[in-house]
């Protein structure tokens, strides 16, 4: 579940004023900034992770992490990242794709045209594995399906999830949006096709492989799948009261579980997390050390979202932004009813900020800036452009 927050951030993290020189002492700066944005702006709590250029690591926190008991919010506390999990699907594809166990351009149906239902599937004969990680395949999203989203509801009081073929079915028989490669349209669902391959590729869970080829490698000891109502450090989020999933104002119940189950993200986001994680797996990723070679080339190979926007891009798993007021910045945005999440990368500065936020009141109405308001200022502090 996400909405189009990455296309909104990058254009305003390109617009928004910011300070003309870089601060003296950045981790105050970092903390100040942070700070002031809670002041101004009454979200709950929030935490942000800075990764600068030489490998030292910038952590913050503001607020509270649960209002009602009034715990303040840490900077190690963990919440649902949501989308930013795509951006480790695409680097699960990347490295088969470089080991040779799969194809960027293989045609879906070489991997997924023996499922009974694989023929009622929007394109079918035409999309590559490409085309979906760009979301350049026509595919629907099932998340703007009437029907899931009565689904959704209905099963909130038996806290089931959604398997993936389950989220599937609720695009088949669907016109597609457009031909292969021809359009921009997100879609959750091409990305729980993709998990579908992938699995088939390595014989193995998702979750195992992500763990095995990158959380534990890399450090992130933080980062788990979020295929659990139950998940250890989570600190409750935040929605309107009038919020249109029929979920209570507050995400966990009294014995700490979440309201609704979080496994129906699976490979379109699927993990829990914090900032100081998501900023080093960040700079791993975009600094070319999340997996041998010189891998770079083929996760930032693009394609405009939009004629009209052309600096405005998507890749293997990751959005983009090129020469902007930062200059090139790569990462994703993630939303889940509750939470907020931002990973972005300063390609120019070496730097890799992270922040998330225990709401999105103030995130999801359209036309809002906030998103992009705090990644402008949180560069600004480290950058100081």
Not at 216 to 229: F, H, K, M, V
Not at 305 to 319: K, Q, S
């Amino acid at each position: 579940m996400r909405r189009r927050l990455y296309a909104a951030a990058f254009g305003l993290a390109a617009a928004i004023a910011v300070s003309p020189h870089a601060a003296a002492d950045p981790a105050a700066a970092f903390r100040h900034a942070l700070e002031a944005l809670h002041a101004e702006h009454g979200f709950p709590g929030a935490t942000a992770a800075c990764v600068l250029a030489d490998g030292s690591v910038l952590i913050a926190a503001t607020g509270l992490a649960d209002v009602d008991a009034g715990t303040p919010m840490r900077p190690d506390d963990r919440m649902l990242a949501a989308s930013i999990g795509k951006t480790l699907t695409g680097a699960m594809a990347l490295a088969l794709s470089r080991q040779g166990r799969l194809g960027l351009d293989d045609r879906l149906a070489e991997w997924l045209g023996d499922e009974p239902w694989y023929e009622r599937l929007p394109n079918h004969g035409t999309i590559t594995l490409r085309h979906l990680l760009r979301h350049r395949s026509g595919v629907p999203d099932h998340v703007y399906d009437e029907a899931f989203g009565t689904e959704f509801v209905q099963r909130l009081a038996t806290g089931r999830s959604f398997a993936p073929r389950e989220l599937i079915g609720y695009v088949l028989d669907e016109e597609p949006l457009f031909p292969p490669g021809e359009g921009f349209a997100y879609t959750d669902t091409g990305y729980v096709l993709l998990g579908l391959v992938i699995e088939k590729a390595t014989g193995e869970s998702y979750y195992d492989g992500v763990t095995r080829r990158f959380l534990e490698p890399i450090g992130l000891a933080q980062t788990s799948p979020s295929d659990r109502r139950d998940l250890a450090g989570l600190v409750p989020g935040y929605l309107a009261d009038d919020n249109p999933f029929g979920l209570p104002a507050k995400t966990l119940t009294e014995d700490g579980l979440l309201v609704f189950h979080p496994g129906l993200e699976w490979t379109a986001g699927g993990f829990v997390s914090n900032s100081r994680d998501l900023a080093r797996w960040g700079a791993a990723l975009f600094g070319g050390v999340a997996m041998p070679g010189d891998y770079l080339p083929l996760l930032l190979a693009s394609a405009p979202i939009d004629p009209t926007r052309p600096a405005a891009r998507y890749g293997l798993g990751v959005a983009e932004f090129r020469g902007g007021h930062f200059g090139d910045v790569y990462g994703h945005a993630g939303w889940i009813p509750g939470y907020t999440s931002s990973l972005r990368h300063y390609a120019d500065h070496g730097v890799t900020i992270a922040f998330q936020v225990n709401t999105d009141i103030g995130f999801t109405e359209p036309g809002s800036e906030l998103m992009g308001e705090i990644e402008a200022r949180l560069a600004a502090a480290v950058i100081g452009r």
